[in-house]
Structure formats: C-alpha cells, structure tokens
C-alpha cells in the first residue's frame, strides 16, 4: 500500500497519538526506573537506620548488664578504700593497731609522699589515675614466719591495696656466737596503691 501527500491529513492525527503515546510511555518507564531505585535506596536506607538502632540497642543493654556487674565490684573498691583519696591515716592506725598484737619482734616505717604511679609497660588505667605511696619496713624478727603473720594482718586489718616488692632478710647473732634475742633482720619494700577517679561520679 502506497501513501500520497493527499493521504497523510488523514493519519496525522493517528501519527500523532502514536508519537504521544510512545513519548509518554518512555516518560512513565524512566519515572517508574527513578522512582524504583529512589525506593530501593530508601528501603536500603532503613535498614541501615535499623540496623544502627539495633546495634545501639544491643550496646546499651550490654553496658546496662556491665554495669550491673561492675558495680557491685566499684563498690567494694570503694569500701575497701582503694578507690579515692590517701588514707595515710588509716595506715598508720591500722600499722600501730598491729604493733600491739605483737606479731614481730619490732617493726618501724616509712611512708613516703604520695606520687603518680608510672608503670612500666605503662597500663591503660581507664578513667583512673593510679597513685603510689611507698612504704619501706624493718623488721626485727625471731624467725621467718613471723613476716608472714606480720603481712597476713596487714591485708587483713588495714583497708587498702600494699603491694609488696620484696624482703630482704639477714641472721644476726653477737661475737661469741651466742644467738641474740632478735635473730632475723628484714627490710622489705613496697607502697600502698590508690585509685583516683578523674571524673568522680556526682
């Protein structure tokens, strides 16, 4: 079949729906792309934001559940005053309380001004400063075991941390080779150990 120039007033208006039709599919086609993947990126959108706000969720009732645990342990640190301020006093006290139950022989002390600690390999202490209060002893003794009893009173008795470094001991007897009434001398070295929050709860 042939058309003529007389024949196309004819179809023009059949050309033209077709034309219009073609154009407005291929506009509703490129929105329905747009407006699908504008919907996939909003749905992959929330998920994320679920997933963050499960993953919160979950840490917050991991940190509720640890501290729940930690602070029973807190507290205990509290009440055995080694978290907080030097309680220099207290051990004096608690050491003179000591002397009277007449564990050793003879005892005397020192207990140095109290400084930061500086481990080494440093430790990450977390929101504490660790504070150190060097405590050196000398002992008179009639044997070994009484620096033993001696030690098992003080971590028994005084509230606090002493970590002890080390002992030295040394026999002792007069030239006649009679033995003395003191028969151990000891010095031994270590400090008391406090916490110190940096940003104490109010």
């Given at each position: 079949m042939k058309l003529s120039a007389s024949d196309?007033?004819?179809?023009?208006?059949?050309?033209?729906?077709?034309?219009?039709?073609?154009?407005i599919s291929t506009v509703i086609l490129y929105s329905s792309g747009k407006y699908a993947e504008s919907t996939q990126n909003d749905r992959r959108g929330a998920q994320t934001m679920l997933n963050d706000a499960r993953?919160?969720?979950?840490?917050?009732?991991?940190?509720?559940?640890n501290m729940a645990i930690y602070a029973d342990e807190y507290g205990a640190l509290i009440e055995q005053k080694i978290i907080g301020d030097d309680q220099r006093l207290d051990w004096i006290e608690g050491l003179e309380k000591i002397r009277l139950k007449n564990l050793v022989t003879d005892f005397r002390y020192n207990i140095a001004p109290q400084k930061i600690y500086a481990s080494q390999p440093p430790i990450d202490s977390g929101n504490f400063d660790i504070r150190y209060s060097e405590?050196?002893?000398?002992?008179?003794?009639l044997h070994e075991a009484q620096l033993l009893n001696f030690?098992?009173?003080?971590?028994?008795n005084i509230k606090g941390w002493y970590q002890l470094e080390g002992c030295?001991?040394?026999?002792?007897?007069?030239?006649?080779?009679q033995t003395?009434?003191?028969?151990?001398?000891?010095?031994?070295s270590g400090g008391w150990i406090t916490l110190k929050n940096r940003n104490p709860p109010k």
């Open positions: 196309f007033p004819l179809i023009r208006q059949s050309v033209l729906a077709v034309c219009a039709s073609a154009i993953n919160r969720l979950t840490t917050a009732r991991q940190d509720q559940q405590m050196k002893l000398q002992f008179d003794l030690f098992a009173a003080l971590r028994t030295t001991l040394q026999r002792t007897g007069n030239e006649n080779g003395a009434a003191t028969q151990i001398k000891a010095e031994c």
